[in-house]
């Protein structure tokens, strides 16, 4: 059985991005994400394989996204 890793949402890894597609599981109610911890996944941006916990925050031409769906539109 594989390690888990327990991930804030709004942690900046490929696991946590909307555009990686990977096998991972999302708690909404707790804001977690949980992935296995050799999981890879394709970066639908870049169209590469990449490891789920890979950290984006030095890539210059990353475009993560979070997880967090985009808040409702106001009522005028």
Request: aromatic letters at 4%.
């Amino acid at each position: 059985m594989a390690e888990k890793l327990i991930l804030p949402h709004e942690v900046k890894v490929c696991a946590t991005c909307s555009y990686w597609d990977g096998e991972r599981r999302v708690d909404a109610d707790m804001k977690l994400v949980v992935v296995d911890h050799d999981c890879h996944g394709v970066c639908m941006v870049h169209e590469t394989r990449k490891p789920g916990i890979c950290d984006v925050r030095t890539e210059c031409d990353c475009m993560w996204e979070d997880l967090e769906p985009d808040g409702e539109m106001p009522v005028l």
